[in-house]
């Protein structure tokens, strides 16, 4: 069984703050992976992905990658209300599952002003 | 200039009637995608269609039948509709990788079973 964890949260954080997200997942060989955000009641938008070991910084975010640890992160700098949502991890288990993701359960992120 | 549409967005229909969902995509992807997220938002693939030719099936009971008329499109009909469908069903579409391509998701079809 190919499995993603995060933890459900929710994870509160003040306005300004750095919001740290993470994720473990099981199958060592996993090649891709993606970080998205879900609005209540909204579809999963894409914020990040990351296919090798280190940090990779696109604007306020940043994802880190651990393969060793089998362990990938989002970190979000400057936190706003705006960034209260669900954040979804999701994993390409290897190359012989195709394009297939497989999901972790969400980690509620709320950012008080 | 929606990427992934989705109709309908509301579906609310009784136990054991037949029906079916839309998906389109105008972002030039060849596979497309669907997704079952449930009560508790956990979000699961069902289906994958890449260049109209079935390439996920999950373990999804045989009530459930996507459809790919060509590359742009996914239709999903549902059979003999029962309470635990209730769900949001998301179609999601990307390029051809080797699971290294984003997948972007449509708005949801909210369905509920009375």
Not at chain 2, 12 to 26: A, F, P, R
Not at chain 2, 43 to 55: A, D, P, R, V
Not at chain 2, 78 to 87: F, H, P, T, V, Y
Request: glycine letters at 8%; charged letters at 20%.
């Amino acid at each position: 069984q190919k499995e993603v964890e995060q933890n459900s949260g929710p994870l509160s954080v003040p306005e300004g703050a750095i919001a740290s997200l993470n994720c473990t997942y099981s199958d060592r060989g996993s090649q891709s992976f993606f970080w998205y955000r879900q609005y209540s009641g909204k579809s999963p938008e894409l914020i990040m992905f990351i296919y090798s070991n280190g940090d990779k910084e696109d604007g306020r975010f940043t994802a880190q990658l651990n393969k060793a640890s089998q362990y990938v992160s989002l970190l979000i700098r400057d936190s706003q209300p705006s960034d209260s949502a669900t954040y979804l991890c999701a994993v390409n288990p290897s190359m012989e599952y195709g394009n297939k993701l497989v999901f972790g359960a969400g980690t509620i992120l709320r950012v008080k002003s | 200039d929606t990427a992934v549409s989705q109709t309908p967005k509301y579906l609310v229909t009784q136990m054991g009637n037949d029906k079916s969902i839309k998906c389109e995509q105008n972002l030039g992807h060849d596979t497309m995608y669907w997704y079952k997220q449930d009560s508790k938002k956990f979000l699961k693939i069902m289906f994958s269609y890449n260049n109209k030719e079935l390439i996920i099936n999950e373990t999804v009971p045989n009530r459930f039948s996507p459809k790919s008329p060509d590359k742009a499109h996914l239709n999903l009909h549902i059979n003999s509709l029962e309470l635990g469908d209730s769900a949001v069903y998301f179609c999601a579409s990307s390029h051809q990788g080797n699971g290294n391509q984003p997948q972007h998701f449509g708005d949801g079809t909210r369905l509920s079973i009375l």
